[in-house]
């Protein structure tokens, strides 16, 4: 197992090099951005300048008297770093040249170019420079004005440019790499204790809560994470209490059939091995009762079985319940009684919600005192903006308290008064909840005025 500082080194190793990565190429690409700006605006200035002085040797060149040329030529006689010119007759022979070119012509363009055009040349005095030809219009010297001007002095200067570029980004990509170190160490060394004191939890004791000693900006994770463990802990103590309600709820009917079992074998006689084997099947029964349950319970949950939509009358379904009840009800002296409109039509699962209906309806005729009565309404409803219907089941529940209706649902709770019975093993609410979340429903339960109301929906209508 990889201790906490060699899961460290291996962040900021990870962090480091994606880092470098993604900086890298962030800054190349500012490189050759600046690159291409600063050189675009080099030649931008040099074009510049060959226009205007190509305007100032056509405008020269057009008072072609002898007086201005001889004024003309000693201008451009600077010793190198300079401008020049040369003029070209229509059969691109040097027809005069600036002093400085010293006979040397300016070499013009190809053949036939459109004018005015840029290019790069040498100049007379062997150095790079850029060159402008323009169409000399109607003049008796010649036809085609080629100037020229030095441009060593501007690629130093984009030289210089890009050595302070590349020495920035350097600096830059180094000086970043450094905080990262900095940052990981300083963020992840807490993070990493924490860890560390965590791996070793007590499954029997909840850890202390994280987050004292962290940064900030890990805040909300220390509180997702104090949240996770908790429901993980909850998790963990409803599991130990199911297995212990369970070992409880199948003790009981395994005690009852070998106590039974035993009775009849030391009677010996048929009508008591009669009575031992019908009390023996009844607790075998319970127990398959509650197997069969938590078996559903386990498709439903790991959500193996998924319900099978089919349009169906709601009202219908309901009443087909409310009649099989119909017997029990009238055993324990129960009014049943059904508020519906004619046809409620909805999109469901018949199978799942009539399970859901018959538990429902099971417990409230079984649990509400004799001589009570249990009510079963469809009313409509508004949700999300479409018309939808939910079913409310009420019952007499004298012993229920408000503190009680948190328990409903939970598998094998029942009042303290109250134990498993030949119908009843703490179940059929679980499985009801269960089967609801399948079809995306809601299963409220409410106290008022001494009566329980379970709610069931909603139900789009179709």
Request: glycine share 6%; net charge negative.
């Amino acid at each position: 197992m990889s201790s906490p500082e060699s899961n460290l080194w291996s962040i900021r190793r990870r962090l480091t090099v994606r880092l470098t990565v993604a900086l890298g190429a962030v800054l190349a690409l500012l490189f050759v951005s600046m690159d291409y700006l600063v050189d675009a605006g080099a030649h931008d200035h040099l074009d510049t300048v060959l226009a205007n002085e190509a305007r100032s040797v056509a405008y020269a060149l057009s008072h072609s008297d002898p007086e201005t040329l001889r004024r003309l030529l000693p201008h451009y006689d600077f010793p190198g770093h300079t401008e020049f010119f040369t003029v070209y007759d229509a059969d691109a022979r040097m027809v005069i040249a600036s002093t400085n070119s010293r006979g040397v012509a300016v070499a013009a363009p190809g053949r036939n170019p459109v004018h005015p055009i840029y290019y790069n040349v040498l100049t007379p005095d062997g150095h790079k420079g850029r060159a402008l030809a323009v169409a000399l219009e109607d003049n008796d010297i010649g036809r085609l004005l080629v100037v020229a001007t030095e441009r060593e002095a501007w690629k130093n200067a984009e030289g210089g440019i890009h050595s302070v570029l590349l020495v920035g980004i350097a600096v830059t990509i180094i000086v970043v790499l450094l905080l990262v170190q900095w940052v990981v160490r300083n963020a992840f060394a807490p993070l990493l204790e924490q860890g560390a004191r965590i791996a070793t939890m007590d499954t029997e004791k909840p850890p202390e809560r994280v987050g004292e000693h962290l940064p900030a900006e890990l805040a909300p994770f220390a509180a997702a994470f104090n949240v996770g463990i908790a429901k993980l802990y909850g998790a963990i103590q409803r599991e130990r209490r199911f297995s212990r309600d369970i070992a409880h709820e199948l003790r009981t009917p395994l005690a009852e059939t070998r106590l039974t079992a035993e009775v009849a074998l030391n009677d010996g006689d048929s009508a008591a091995l009669r009575s031992g084997l019908i009390t023996a099947i009844a607790a075998t029964e319970r127990m398959q009762r509650s197997v069969d349950t938590l078996l559903a319970l386990a498709r439903f949950e790991s959500g193996q079985e998924s319900p099978a939509l089919d349009p169906l009358d709601l009202t219908g379904l309901a009443a087909i319940q409310i009649e099989t009840m119909r017997r029990s009800a009238e055993a324990n002296r129960i009014g049943l009684t059904m508020h519906a409109p004619a046809e409620v039509w909805i999109k469901s699962d018949v199978g799942i919600l009539e399970r859901i209906l018959t538990n429902l309806l099971q417990n409230a005729v079984d649990y509400a005192p004799a001589g009570g009565s249990v009510n079963c309404s469809i009313t409509q409803t508004e949700h999300a903006e479409h018309r939808a219907y939910v079913v409310c089941i009420d019952n007499e529940a004298p012993q229920l308290t408000r503190e009680d209706l948190v328990h409903l649902g939970t598998r094998f709770w029942r009042k303290p008064h109250e134990g498993g019975t030949a119908q009843h093993a703490g179940l059929g609410l679980a499985l009801a909840l269960a089967l609801a979340r399948s079809l995306e429903l809601q299963l409220a339960f409410e106290l008022r005025d001494a009566r329980l109301f379970v709610t069931l929906g909603p139900f789009p209508a179709l």
